[in-house]
């Protein structure tokens, strides 16, 4: 553990809309280590979003830097970010995350297609669904799913390339409270059990209260980051 | 089968918006069945324009002595008839031979007279290439033997008003520039049909030719080949075996304006070909652009999820083929129920025109056929497929350019 997965220094990203000018991120510094479990909090509009797409490498900073795995993302081609986020990456996201004319299952087995895994491809995602007790909803389509279960076969397809790093921008916004909490129990048995580490950016407190960590962003900076020690088996250094 | 889900995604794709596609792929069918009539017809017409040509005694191509293409002289006679006749003869493909000379030739009965180009020909070999010569309306045609013996078609004999056994007095221009005077018996009166063609009608033998003439020899030998597809290789083949100084022309040069008709028949097609598919192609691209609008946030999370720009660009083709193919076969199914009755029975052009077909001593058959095979099949799939493809492009550069951030945020939902 303790290992800086993610490096941001200084960060800053601008949107330019015609005359106007919006800056997002103004200097932001942040550590992910491996292991986190990161809620990242903060008002509508504090750049929330915008952080995980740069983190995501879906989107290039102003300026700083940002090092991932010890790669500087700023260096990175286009085709080598496409490579980044396919090998070494997950993505929940807030809605129709999945592909609405595959099932579970070759929503599952899609990413490893990408990935040009050849053999065992139907076998490690039924593993990986079964694994997460989705077994049964393997030959669904979306449409023939709950949000809550559409949301589980997302983490199910962000986690079964086995990423160093998963992303979820308000993965729990558009479920109840009891769907909420099954998929956070679900992603905190993955990051206990394997390590894996999750980065959340969210307004709901079951994620917080979920989080072994809370980073809290205003106008585009860090304004606080907690480390809970209570009940965090994997622990945290900071 | 490392894609099967990349085409599985695709083909279902088509299915999310049956209706849409659907409209997409009559429309390809259309564009597609259009371009099948015409070319099935423009294929028939350049048929029957051949078939003509070749059966008015033209036949697909002409031995002719090395200067005639320039002068069009018709007392010039080949170096060596009876050698390119064997040589003829003697090649694959080639079906029927027929020599013929030529001469300008002055009629005469009683204070009548009639200028015509008469043709001297091998009574055996004519039988094989013109049609012209099968109907007499009295008498009988040529043979071998014949000796002062003539065959006139009925609009010179009603000109002249001769009746068979009538003696004609003949009168040419022979070698050397002087006048030479015959007279042959009407053994024949030839009806074509065609009141023009009856008009210059006027056979003798080739030994009687060379009689009047004084030209010894033969002036040209024409070809007919089995397979009328392939006239311009043959043509090049037998030049190549009789590598004399008698040179081969085809029917192009021997009546160089049916030629240029039908290279501008064929120039016409390729313009309304080339138009029906611009209008396929725009049609099925803008269906496709709205498809793929619709589509944003996918391919947002398709390339946040590091799809590649080729995968993305395979995928979009992938449901282009599949599209191409359904349009291929709606174009077959659309299309021939009018090809077929064009195929079977024809369009006749003389309900429309009226009058006999003739240019130039071509007798065509007012009846046109469609020309219906098996080329249509992969004529069918070739223009689908292309009208689907090209008209993805433009779809697939537009998803390419799509921004994962999208996928993230609402904001762009
Ligand atoms: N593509 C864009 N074009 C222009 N401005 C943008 C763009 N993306 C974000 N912004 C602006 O950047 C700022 C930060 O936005 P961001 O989406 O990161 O906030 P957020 O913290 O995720 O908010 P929320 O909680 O509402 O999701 C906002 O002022 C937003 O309007
Ligand atoms: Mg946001």
Redesign the pocket.
Known sequence: MNTNLVDVKGVTKD?H?GKIT?N?LRGLDLVIHEGDFLAIV??????????LNLIGALDVASSGDISIFGHDLMAMSRKQRAELRLTSLGFVFQAYNLIPVLTALENVKFVLELQGVDGGRHERAMSILEDLSLGELANRRPNEMSGGQQQRVAVARAIVARPRLVLA??PTANLDSENSEALLVMMRELRDKHGMTFVF?T?DPLVMAHATRVVT?LD?RVVSDETKNAGDAAGSAN | MRDTLLAKFAFRTLGRNPRRTLMSIIGVGVGCSIVLYMTAFTRGGAEMRIRGISESGFGHARIAPATWDKTRDSDLRLEDWERDLDIANGMAGVKFTAPHSRTTALLAFGTRVAGVEMLGVDPESEKNTSRLIRVLSEGRYLEREDEGAVVIGTAIAERLEVELDDDLFITIAGAGGEMKYAMLRIVGIISTGSRTIDSTICHVTLSEMEQLTGYPGVGEITIVFNDPSYIDALTVRLGELLEGPDPVVSWKVVIPSQGGDMGSDAVFMNLLVGVVIVVAVLGVASAQLTAILERKREFAVLIALGMKGGQIVRLILIEAVAMGVLGGAAGLVIGLPFIYPGATQGYNFADMMGGDFVTEGVLFDPIVYADMGMWLIPLAFGIALFSTLVAGLYPAWYALRTNP?SAL?L?EA
């Open positions: 949107f809309n919006v997002a903060g008002p509508s509009g504090s750049g929330k979003t915008t952080l921008d308000e950016s307004h962003l585009g | 951030t945020s904001r």
